[in-house]
């Protein structure tokens, strides 16, 4: 279960949320707790989070080690701060900052070099799903992004499948509307990596995730856990998410 900040919650209000949250998901064995902070709260998080089961991930990674690169920030940086996971290519980054497969390919690849686990983003706009387009999308996406990975790095990536028109509108896809992109999304994992690299692959579903929706979802065997954007910035609902 990762939440994903966004661009909310200043280094006290971080340290006040995980202060809460913490014990709330202290006996939570089951899953993988990931939380995607600012990149200014990353230290903050892992100070807090530290000898717990919650981890901590940036919400982007550059793909060069250093350099000029104004606003960007390197695996080496998300390690040192703390992370162990990186989000890569949120629909925000594709839509307001020309983020594109093949700079979301070159990021997951910078994350996987420095031993950070990325979570990938795909998901069709509201256009394209109207027009019955989507299945093309997420497979272009998958063909032009997460498909020039080797088959070692692909094992350690975890996807995010996320409709655009789900996120932050309040309209969750259906559970089954849900597992029809994630069986697609495996397909073609399938097709590229293999039968058990489809088997094995983590696909999260990600739009408007809510404490009272979340089970609906989990019960689909074809999702394996949430991304969570507004629900995570509450300790009480992510923790009721993450304890579903
Ligand atoms: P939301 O965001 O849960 O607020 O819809 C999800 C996301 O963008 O990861």
Same mark, same amino acid.
């Given at each position: 279960?990762?939440?994903?900040?966004?661009?909310?919650?200043?280094?006290?209000?971080?340290?006040?949320?995980?202060?809460?949250?913490?014990?709330?998901?202290?006996?939570?064995?089951?899953?993988?707790?990931?939380?995607?902070?600012?990149?200014?709260?990353?230290?903050?998080?892992?100070?807090?989070?530290?000898?717990?089961?919650?981890?901590?991930?940036?919400?982007?990674?550059?793909?060069?080690?250093?350099?000029?690169?104004?606003?960007?920030?390197?695996?080496?940086?998300?390690?040192?701060?703390?992370?162990?996971?990186?989000?890569?290519?949120?629909?925000?980054?594709?839509?307001?900052?020309?983020?594109?497969?093949?700079?979301?390919?070159?990021?997951?690849?910078?994350?996987? =070099?420095?031993?950070?686990?990325? /979570? !990938?983003?795909?998901? @069709?706009?509201?256009?394209?799903?109207?027009? +019955?387009? &989507? *299945?093309?999308?997420?497979?272009?996406?998958?063909?032009?992004?997460?498909?020039?990975?080797? =088959?070692?790095?692909?094992?350690? /990536? !975890?996807?995010?499948? @996320?409709?655009?028109?789900?996120?932050?509108? +309040?309209? &969750? *896809?259906?559970?089954?509307?849900?597992?029809?992109?994630?069986?697609?999304?495996?397909?073609?994992?399938?097709?590229?990596?293999?039968?058990?690299?489809?088997?094995?692959?983590?696909?999260?579903?990600?739009?408007?995730?809510? *404490?009272?929706?979340?089970?609906?979802?989990?019960?689909?065997?074809?999702?394996?856990?949430?991304?969570?954007?507004?629900?995570?910035?509450?300790?009480?609902?992510?923790?009721?998410?993450?304890?579903?």
């Amino acid at each position: 279960m990762a939440g994903n900040w966004k661009m909310y919650k200043t280094p006290a209000e971080t340290t006040a949320f995980f202060e809460k949250f913490r014990p709330l998901v202290e006996k939570s064995e089951h899953c993988e707790i990931v939380i995607c902070p600012p990149f200014t709260n990353l230290s903050a998080a892992a100070a807090v989070a530290k000898g717990s089961p919650i981890r901590i991930g940036g919400q982007n990674i550059a793909w060069a080690k250093e350099g000029a690169f104004t606003g960007e920030i390197s695996g080496s940086m998300l390690i040192a701060a703390g992370a162990t996971h990186a989000i890569v290519g949120h629909s925000e980054r594709r839509q307001y900052f020309g983020e594109t497969d093949a700079s979301v390919l070159k990021r997951a690849q910078a994350a996987l =070099e420095y031993g950070l686990t990325p /979570i !990938v983003c795909v998901g @069709e706009r509201l256009e394209e799903r109207e027009a +019955g387009r &989507t *299945a093309e999308v997420l497979k272009k996406q998958f063909a032009d992004g997460i498909a020039g990975l080797t =088959e070692q790095q692909f094992a350690k /990536i !975890v996807i995010a499948y @996320e409709p655009v028109w789900a996120i932050g509108t +309040g309209k &969750t *896809a259906t559970p089954e509307i849900a597992a029809d992109a994630h069986r697609v999304i495996r397909g073609e994992v399938a097709a590229k990596f293999g039968k058990d690299a489809a088997a094995q692959v983590r696909i999260l579903y990600g739009g408007s995730v809510k *404490a009272d929706n979340v089970k609906a979802l989990m019960a689909q065997p074809e999702i394996d856990g949430t991304l969570v954007g507004g629900a995570s910035l509450d300790a009480v609902s992510f923790a009721s998410i993450v304890n579903f």
